[in-house]
């Protein structure tokens, strides 16, 4: 019964690498910044997942460690030239900086977190968003205020992230393209972590944690020092996911990093899959490929049509769309769209099964 899965599945797991590492050679522009955008929100969601489906910590400030890689990295890798604060670090460094001042925010709020559990952790967190909001729009020398401010590209073994073209094949590859496979290589690196983060014992004591606290500490798991290192590790990942995100933009705005971002991210592992690596990314991509498939298509969907023509705007109708999702999954499914995905082999065993 092993080989009757486990090949099928990684057939369809080296069809899915092959398709994805070809997709740049044949898709459009919008196309690449979509999934480069559904990469950075399943990195940040596996991150918000660690903690909050796995650990049982709620975080409504996810967005809060986000602006801090996106704008960590403009200011380490800034020369100054614009006006701003920025460092000169080499492009590369200066993203490895940010995610370590995104994890050393997270190690900061900590003990906080540690003290604090259920609504209260929420709401203590959802004050680093209107911290960061106030920092984002008046610290103009390090954000450049309400502008925000360019994101400088990335170097990398010799390849410049940016609007030159590269010829691979024939084929031009500007940023998007470029950019396409280091968000694919950071997405399956940020997974395959975290998967073995909850398969080993670190994974086991998180869900002790997360199912019976109390029992946990009675049985030897250091019970606050598992939820700080959650919480760290979770804000590394949305550094990093803010980081790709900055460079995808290629200019960074305050008003992105707020709190309906966070709620966006909520809205990710619930529809996915709580304490799942693979819902992380299922809930990321449904919700990041949603509103902007909706905008795309806005004038061929009834209700749906461009922002200020009298309709329903895209990003309206998804939020629409994905809140209907959450209830949906909470009253139906309440293992998330992953769940859905699973009950298929299990029925394709039984029946093997019961045919012996």
């Given at each position: 019964m092993s080989e009757t899965f486990t090949r099928p599945r990684t057939y369809a797991y080296g069809l899915g690498v092959v398709l994805l590492l070809a997709l740049p050679f044949y898709l459009e522009r919008f196309w690449l910044q979509a999934g480069l955008f559904a990469m950075a929100a399943a990195i940040g969601a596996i991150g918000i997942n660690l903690l909050t489906g796995s650990t049982g910590q709620l975080s409504m400030g996810?967005?809060?460690f986000l602006a801090v890689g996106a704008y960590g990295y403009c200011a380490l890798a800034g020369d100054g030239s614009d006006g701003l604060t920025g460092l000169g670090l080499p492009g590369w460094l200066a993203a490895v900086g940010a995610v370590a001042l995104a994890g050393a925010a997270g190690g900061l709020f900590s003990p906080i977190a540690g003290r604090l559990r259920g609504a209260y952790l929420g709401i203590a967190t959802l004050a680093l968003i209107f911290i960061g909001q106030h920092v984002l729009f008046n610290a103009h020398d390090l954000t450049g205020g309400f502008n925000g401010r360019a994101v400088p590209p990335l170097s990398l073994?010799?390849?410049?992230?940016?609007?030159?073209?590269?010829?691979?094949?024939a084929v031009p590859f500007g940023a998007a393209e470029k950019l396409w496979y280091l968000g694919l290589a950071l997405l399956v690196a940020s997974a395959l972590f975290a998967r073995g983060v909850l398969r080993g014992r670190p994974g086991r004591a998180l869900n002790a944690i997360r199912d019976h606290r109390i029992a946990a500490g009675v049985l030897g798991i250091p019970?606050?020092?598992?939820?700080?290192?959650?919480?760290?590790?979770?804000?590394?990942?949305?550094?990093?996911?803010?980081?790709?995100?900055?460079?995808?933009?290629?200019?960074?705005v305050p008003e992105y990093f707020g709190m309906l971002l966070s709620l966006e991210y909520l809205a990710m592992i619930v529809i996915g899959g709580l304490g799942s690596v693979a819902g992380a990314v299922v809930g990321g991509v449904f919700v990041s490929l949603l509103p902007q498939i909706l905008n795309r298509y806005s004038d061929a969907l009834p209700l749906v049509s461009a922002p200020g023509t009298g309709g329903i705007a895209p990003g309206e109708a998804s939020r629409y769309l994905y809140?209907?999702?959450?209830?949906?999954?909470?009253?139906f499914l309440p293992g998330g769209l992953v769940r859905l995905a699973a009950r298929r082999p299990r029925r394709i065993a039984r029946t093997s099964a019961e045919e012996r």
């Open positions: 996810h967005a809060f073994l010799g390849v410049t992230f940016d609007e030159s073209e590269l010829l691979i094949a019970v606050a020092r598992y939820r700080a290192a959650a919480f760290v590790l979770s804000s590394m990942y949305a550094g990093l996911a803010g980081v790709l995100l900055a460079l995808v933009f290629q200019r960074t809140g209907a999702a959450v209830v949906a999954v909470v009253l």
